[in-house]
């Protein structure tokens, strides 16, 4: 198998997997900022999104569980810009993502989706620390999806 280093290598890879592996991605993709956020109904998400045997109805229970806390969390960071409540509100965003059933993401590509709420979520806790490194989310997840290929 080819090795990932960009992301039209990614969104190919992505779309070669079936709803379970995306889950199975998109956990590993939330779980690499999942510490960014502290809300259980998120890290509950990724539990769910890593148990193969989910059931239809936990998915949609997590997803909208994690829905709420998307929006829970889009109400705190508001309009003062709390740049950590920010990016707890995009690992939120990416773990309903994540979890959604079949057609009931809003979100054009879910697993795409997922990807981009990732990389958002470190660009604000960046921001938030007031650290001007770069933003190596991407890097991380090309080796993310390297080793899920791979295993």
């Given at each position: 198998m080819s090795n990932i280093n960009n992301d039209t290598e990614l969104r190919q890879a992505l779309k070669?997997?079936?709803?379970?592996?995306?889950?199975?991605a998109g956990a590993d993709?939330?779980?690499?900022?999942?510490?960014l956020c502290s809300d259980q109904r998120v890290s509950h998400a990724v539990d769910v999104a890593r148990n193969s045997d989910a059931s239809d109805d936990e998915l949609l229970a997590a997803y909208k569980s994690a829905r709420v806390a998307t929006?829970?969390?889009?109400?705190?960071?508001?309009?003062d810009c709390n740049w950590e409540e920010q990016a707890a509100h995009f690992v939120a965003r990416g773990s309903a993502a994540m979890v959604a059933p079949e057609g009931v993401c809003k979100a054009a590509d879910p697993p795409w989706q997922v990807v981009m709420s990732c990389r958002m979520a470190q660009n604000c806790a960046l921001i938030a620390a007031d650290d001007d490194s770069i933003n190596d989310e991407s890097e991380n997840q090309y080796r993310i999806m390297n080793d899920y290929l791979n295993s």
């Open positions: 070669q997997l079936d709803h379970k592996q995306l889950r199975e993709f939330v779980g690499s900022v999942l510490h929006v829970d969390s889009r109400t705190r960071c508001g309009a």
